[in-house]
């Protein structure tokens, strides 16, 4: 359990949507929220930090139900609904304690963390603020194993209509085939267009907000054309996804990390050979898109995928940030897509610091918009007003 703070008196603070460096900076909060802002001598009783204040992380794919295990398939057949809800708890914990304080959920087996994201935002519970996804797939489809079925646009349409009725926010949609589910394959499109239509059309209606996995180029270029919020993971960039990407202004929001967890992972033979065959193959197309979606100035969110084989909860942004700088992202700009873009593609009221938004704040020694890698030691984390103070971190 956590205790709110009146506030922080800092050295320095990245202040606003651009990340605005101030010194001297104090910060006031209540009922979750940043209520004042002001520089010099605050009011008393506010928390000194000598260092730099940064937004909280929105880390915008996550999936808290599984835990990074060899097969999640196996592992999510495999357990019982109230250990499901302790994995579900321990996984958000993990999240928090490495800077995340917004989570996109994109996916968990019988809506599991839909039915828990309010106890789990709303009180003092050490974790981040939670946005759940009902996920809808073809019965065979990638995900079908944490999806709702549907199969043609009318089916499509009323999927969307339950996921509604569930309490999600988001619709997540699975324009292709993936890594982790027997019998499809990331170049695989899943949906049609039609399909693509009336999910989006359906949830618009609803105001919820749509994100679709999708890692072949078709697949990007038909989920995009439709109108979707987001397109997670776009392995297979292609030139037609590219010029999609550019003409809807919609977020790509990169999982990389995910593949390279799964690449790098000593026990990797552990996983079905199926699997990891597909990751090897897909892996740099997954990078060489994402360097190609940067050079074209493609608008960047971040997530992790965390849960996923070999890729458990926890600072999974701090080494997508590399990955965003080794694809030609400067530092500030990658500081943006982990927190104002993630935001902003989530439509909730963090990933900066103002007046009005919530009290997500990340204390770290310097300052991160320098140099992301300074994200790896973050020392205080406010979540909702509420602190958590972590021991200094071994640097890695
Ligand atoms: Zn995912």
């Not at 709303?122 to 079908?144: L, Q, R």
């Not at 339950?162 to 309490?167: I, K, L, N, P, T």
Request: aromatic fraction near 4%.
């Amino acid at each position: 359990v956590l205790h709110a703070i009146p506030g922080i008196h800092a050295r320095s603070a990245l202040l606003g949507p651009d990340l605005r460096p101030v010194d001297d900076v104090w910060l006031t909060f209540a009922d979750g929220m940043i209520t004042d802002i002001g520089s010099g001598a605050g009011p008393s009783g506010l928390l000194e930090w000598p260092g730099v204040l940064a937004p909280g992380l929105v880390d915008c794919h996550v999936h808290l139900a599984m835990s990074g295990s060899a097969d999640v398939v196996a592992e999510l057949a495999s357990l019982d609904p109230e250990t499901l809800r302790a994995a579900v708890r321990s996984n958000a914990r993990a999240q928090l304690r490495s800077g995340v304080t917004t989570v996109r959920d994109l996916g968990s087996p019988d809506d599991v963390v839909v039915h828990m994201a309010r106890e789990l935002s709303g009180g003092t519970e050490e974790c981040p603020t939670v946005v759940a996804a009902g996920a809808i797939s073809s019965p065979d489809g990638h995900g079908n194993f944490l999806a709702r079925h549907a199969v043609g646009p009318e089916e499509y349409s009323a999927a969307v209509r339950a996921v509604a009725e569930s309490g999600a926010r988001v619709v997540k949609l699975f324009a292709t085939g993936g890594v982790i589910t027997a019998g499809t394959t990331p170049g695989g499109v899943q949906m049609s267009p039609a399909e693509l239509a009336a999910a989006v059309g359906t949830a618009r209606t609803l105001d919820l907000r749509v994100a679709a996995h999708a890692h072949a180029g078709g697949g990007i270029s038909n989920a995009l054309r439709a109108g979707v919020d987001s397109v997670e993971h776009f392995s297979y960039l292609d030139d037609d996804a590219l010029a999609a990407a550019r003409e809807a202004g919609s977020w790509l929001v990169s999982t990389l990390v995910a593949t390279t967890r799964f690449v790098d992972a000593d026990d990797r033979e552990l996983a079905t050979p199926e699997t990891l065959a597909k990751i090897i193959e897909h892996a740099p197309f997954e990078a060489r898109s994402l360097a190609r979606a940067v050079a074209a100035g493609c608008r960047l969110a971040v997530g992790s995928d965390a849960g996923t084989t070999f890729n458990p909860h926890g600072w999974g942004m701090q080494e997508q940030a590399v990955r965003l700088r080794d694809a030609g992202l400067p530092d500030r700009a990658a500081l943006r897509a982990l927190t104002v873009e993630g935001a902003a593609l989530l439509d909730e009221p963090t990933g900066w610091l103002e007046v009005g938004r919530r009290a997500d704040v990340l204390a770290v020694p310097e300052d991160p918009a320098e140099d992301v890698r300074r994200l790896r030691d973050p020392r205080l984390v406010v979540t909702r007003g509420l602190l958590l103070e972590l021991p200094p971190r071994a640097q890695s």
